[in-house]
């Protein structure tokens, strides 16, 4: 179990840099905002898998607002995106 678990904050770790090397390198806004949504979703990944490896259930309503701050930024940035100039 404990090589399983280093193997999944490996895993996030490295992800985690890949985001935040896209982040400060992106070379428009919305690679930026893409890039950080991603981050969200793996800061929600990382608390399940915690909750997981813990068997402790008390993340769950940690990870539903991760996933709805997610929802609603993805959301916005599409609305941002698509409204045309007049």
């Known amino acids: 179990m404990t090589?399983?678990?280093?193997?999944?904050?490996?895993?996030?770790?490295?992800?985690?840099?890949?985001a935040l090397v896209r982040i400060?390198?992106?070379?428009t806004t919305l690679d930026r905002i893409v890039a950080t949504?991603?981050?969200?979703?793996i800061t929600a990944t990382a608390i399940i898998a915690e909750a997981a490896?813990?068997?402790?259930?008390?993340?769950?309503?940690?990870?539903v607002?991760?996933?709805l701050l997610g929802i609603t930024?993805?959301?916005g940035v599409a609305r941002f995106v698509t409204r045309e100039k007049p």
């Open 3 to 18: 090589v399983a678990a280093v193997a999944v904050a490996a895993l996030l770790i490295a992800a985690c840099a890949m």
């Open 24 to 27: 400060i390198r992106g070379p």
């Open 37 to 41: 949504d991603v981050l969200l979703a």
């Open 53 to 63: 490896f813990t068997r402790d259930p008390t993340a769950l309503p940690v990870v």
């Open 65 to 67: 607002v991760v996933s």
């Open 73 to 75: 930024g993805s959301v």
